[in-house]
C-alpha cells in the first residue's frame, strides 16, 4: 500500500526566502507526481506534474524534482511571498493495473506561512 | 475555458438522510474522480468514473455510490449519512486515467 509523507507539516518564513518541501513515497512504482496548492476551504491548484521518467519541472518560481529510485519529491519556492501562504500537497499516481489504479495517493500537506 | 464545477457550494443534511453532490467536468475529459476531504483525515480517494463505468474506488461503505452520465458530469450519492460524512468532496478531471487531475472548489457537506 502506496503511503506519502510530507515533511515538514508546517513552516513559517519571513518574505524573500528560499525553501523546500518534501514528499516522500514508499512505493517506487508511480506514473507520475502531482504537487497542488490548497487554500483554506477550498480546492486544489494543480501546480506541476513530473512524470515518473523525468527528473524535475519548473513553472515560474517553482521547481519540483523527482527521484523515483529512493521514493523522493521536493518543491522549490524561489522568493517566497506572502500570496505563497497555503496548504501545499504532495499526490503520487500508480502505474497501471492493480487495486490502485486511477487514484492519487495524497501526503498530509505542509502548511506554509510566508510573513512580510 | 471553464474548470471544473461543483454544485451545490455547501449542502446541510441531517443523520439519516441522504445527499447528492454534482460535478461537471473539464470539456473533453472522460475520467471524473471524487475523494473526500474530511478533518484531520486528509484526502481519501472515493470512486472514479471514465466513460460512464465506475473503475475504481475507494475504501468507504457501499452507501457512498454515485454515476457518470453520457455528458461525462457525475453526482455522488451518499445514503444514510452519518456525522463522520461531514467533510469537503472534491471533484476531479482528466483527459485519461493517468493524465494531470484538475480539481473543482468542492462541496462542504454537514451532517447535523
Known amino acids: 500500500k502506496q503511503e506519502v509523507t510530507q515533511i515538514p507539516a508546517a513552516l513559517s518564513v519571513p518574505e524573500g526566502e528560499n525553501l523546500v518541501l518534501n514528499c516522500s513515497f514508499t512505493d517506487s512504482a508511480i506514473y507520475n507526481l502531482q504537487w497542488f496548492r490548497q487554500d483554506p476551504g477550498k480546492g486544489l491548484t494543480s501546480l506541476l506534474l513530473?512524470?515518473?521518467?523525468?527528473r524535475e519541472q519548473t513553472s515560474g518560481r517553482l521547481n519540483a524534482s523527482l527521484d523515483k529510485s529512493s521514493g523522493r519529491s521536493t518543491l522549490y519556492i524561489a522568493a517566497s511571498q506572502p500570496g505563497d501562504s497555503a496548504t501545499y500537497l504532495c499526490?503520487?499516481?500508480?502505474?497501471?493495473?492493480?487495486?490502485?489504479?486511477?487514484?492519487?495517493?495524497f501526503g498530509q500537506g505542509t502548511i506554509l506561512t510566508v510573513h512580510p | 475555458e471553464a474548470g471544473v464545477t461543483q454544485s451545490p457550494t455547501h449542502l446541510i443534511k441531517t443523520r439519516g438522510q441522504q445527499a447528492t453532490l454534482r460535478c461537471s467536468p473539464i470539456?473533453?475529459?472522460?475520467?471524473v474522480y471524487w475523494y473526500q476531504q474530511a478533518l484531520g483525515l486528509g484526502l481519501q480517494f472515493l470512486l472514479w468514473y471514465d466513460e460512464g463505468e465506475e473503475r475504481n474506488r475507494g475504501n468507504f461503505p457501499p452507501r457512498f455510490s454515485g454515476r457518470q452520465f453520457p455528458n461525462y458530469s457525475s453526482e455522488l450519492n451518499v445514503n444514510a449519512l452519518e456525522l463522520e460524512d461531514s467533510a469537503l468532496y472534491l471533484c476531479?478531471?482528466?483527459?485519461?486515467?493517468?493524465?494531470?487531475?484538475?480539481f473543482g472548489p468542492g462541496t462542504r457537506l454537514t451532517v447535523l
Open positions: 470539456s473533453g475529459h472522460t475520467s
Open positions: 513530473i512524470q515518473s521518467s523525468q
Open positions: 499526490a503520487v499516481s500508480p502505474n497501471a493495473g492493480g487495486t490502485s489504479y486511477g487514484k492519487l495517493t
Open positions: 476531479a478531471s482528466s483527459l485519461w486515467s493517468h493524465n494531470e487531475q484538475f
